[in-house]
T-cell receptor, first 115, second 111 residues
Framework: EAQVTQNPRYLITVTGKKLTVTCSQN?????MSWYRQDPGLGLRQIYY???????DKGDVPEGYKVSRKEKRNFPLILESPSPNQTSLYFC??????????????FGPGTRLTVL | QKEVEQNSGPLSVPEGAIASLNCTYS??????FFWYRQYSGKSPELIMS????GDKEDGRFTAQLNKASQYVSLLIRDSQPSDSATYLC???????????FGKGTTLSVSS
């Protein structure tokens, strides 16, 4: 089944404890992206990747890191989480690099709480 | 930075009625428009895309685009309780590297 998977789905952690949220897609997609979704603010892009070893900042990259060592995986790293990173996180992928005409497929989401 | 505006709702319609969801966008140069549906606690999923002025129909869904007025709308005919969700309007950013999402309109269909 074609899908985007994320793990963990739920995570409660404490300030400053490094964590990684994994994202994997099995559709051989070029493009992958991370969004966060907050009430009243909607979906905002954190980072994106157009290809292996090619990543770039989105609109809200502060406090996050990513890597794209393999085409299928795009982990999101929070080196020192803070309470303002409490959010619902979505990974997304699409076949083509440009998003003008392509469908983005979203993972199931990771609900993160930082105490 | 492009902006996408949607009425947050909630929009309440009875079962069988037509639900009309609207979206306005700031960049007159935008060429592509997407409607995503998001059930509570779930991820967004694409339901319609539209690139040309006019209407595009897919089953009970019709997307309407008016570039001169910079708005795009989604009509849902014969609304069902299962259509109750938040509908997100999105346009690509200028670089084509991301989708800019509106905050979404919550639709509630009562049986």
């Amino acid at each position: 089944e074609a899908q985007v998977t994320q793990n963990p789905r739920y995570l409660i952690t404490v300030t400053g404890k490094k964590l990684t949220v994994t994202c994997s897609q099995n559709m051989n997609h070029e493009y992958m992206s991370w969004y966060r979704q907050d009430p009243g603010l909607g979906l905002r892009q954190i980072y994106y990747s157009m290809n292996v070893e090619v990543t770039d900042k989105g609109d809200v990259p502060e406090g996050y890191k990513v890597s794209r060592k393999e085409k299928r995986n795009f982990p999101l790293i929070l080196e020192s989480p803070s309470p303002n990173q409490t959010s619902l996180y979505f990974c997304a992928s699409s076949l083509r690099r440009r998003q003008d005409t392509d469908t983005q497929y979203f993972g199931p989401g990771t609900r993160l709480t930082v105490l | 930075q492009k902006e996408v505006e949607q009425n947050s709702g909630p929009l309440s319609v009875p079962e069988g009625a037509i639900a009309s969801l609207n979206c306005t966008y700031s960049d007159r140069g935008s060429q592509s428009f997407f409607w995503y549906r998001q059930y509570s606690g779930k991820s967004p999923e694409l339901i319609m895309s539209i690139y040309s002025n006019g209407d595009k129909e897919d089953g009970r869904f019709t997307a309407q685009l008016n570039k001169a007025s910079q708005y795009v709308s989604l009509l849902i005919r014969d609304s069902q309780p299962s259509d109750s969700a938040t509908y997100l309007c999105a346009v690509p950013n200028q670089a084509g590297t991301a989708l800019i999402f509106g905050k979404g309109t919550t639709l509630s269909v009562s049986s």
